[in-house]
């Protein structure tokens, strides 16, 4: 049996089973469209474009940046999650790539104009312990010049509306949560949530420990992506944040 707590390497999986086809039914995300056009230009995407998308699930931000036409390769430590995404793609005849891989150990070295990270992605769900290995492997995956977009819950946010059952850890960063998830066929199954939350600062200081520029860091909500200021009232954050050196395509000879 897999150990379970904050700190395991695959915690989520279990929900993920249960979940199946019904993730792409939670009230989350019915946003996607418009989160995905706000990524391409945040990210400053040229046509042909290669993107990484860290924590892909089912595919939906990957699919939709395929669609408008960009290589992507989505990453998923969940099988379940990887096979829907397959299926999506070939059902409409989309070329994007899919693979079973850990976060922590992306193996991609100077590939990708932007990498994405968002709902949590692979990087809100390690227990506070392991999201410098995760940013690191993220800005490795980069080109110069490439940018990092990352979704992350905000902790004055949790911290506010702290609700009863719920515990946040101060020293970790991260909100326990029991959750009850519905799964395929209506199925509610209760699952422990760990979530881990950050501040603005703390973004931007993790961006600069891993060797990118912090762009901005924003205020983020499902399906209201946008250049908005964090505050105790939005429960996202966005990191914007640039590999050092030149694009390809800035580069002169």
């Known amino acids: 049996m897999a150990e379970e707590g904050p700190e395991s390497r695959d915690w989520f999986l279990p929900i993920a089973r249960h979940l199946g086809p019904a993730y792409l039914r939670q009230s989350f995300t019915q946003g996607t469209d418009q989160e995905v056009a706000f990524l391409i230009e945040a990210l400053e995407l040229r046509p042909g474009a290669r993107v990484l998308d860290v924590g892909c699930g089912p595919g939906r931000h990957a699919l939709g940046l395929a669609r408008a036409g960009f290589d992507v390769v989505g990453i998923d430590l969940s099988e379940e999650f990887i096979s829907l995404a397959r299926a999506a793609a070939a059902a409409e005849g989309i070329e994007a790539r899919f693979e079973v891989r850990d ?52 902790a004055g946010f949790v911290v506010r509306f702290l609700e009863a059952g719920e515990a946040f850890d101060p020293d970790t960063g991260v909100l326990h949560e029991v959750a009850t998830v519905k799964g395929e066929g209506g199925v509610e199954q209760p699952f422990d949530l760990w979530t881990t939350c950050w501040t603005p600062r703390e973004l931007r200081l993790l961006s600069a420990v891993v060797g990118l520029d912090p762009i901005a860091v924003h205020a983020s909500a499902p399906g209201r992506f946008g250049r908005r200021i964090p505050s105790l009232e939005e429960p996202g954050l966005l990191l914007l944040a640039r590999k050092p050196g030149l694009a390809l395509h800035d580069r002169t000879f």
Request: with cysteine; aromatic share 8%.
């Open 103 to 154: 976060a922590r150990d992306l193996a991609f070295r100077d590939e990708f104009d932007g990498v994405v990270s968002i709902c949590q992605g692979g990087f809100g769900l390690l227990g506070g312990r392991a999201e410098e290995t995760v940013m690191g492997e993220m800005a490795a995956a980069l080109r110069p010049g490439g940018v990092l977009a990352l979704d992350t819950f905000s």
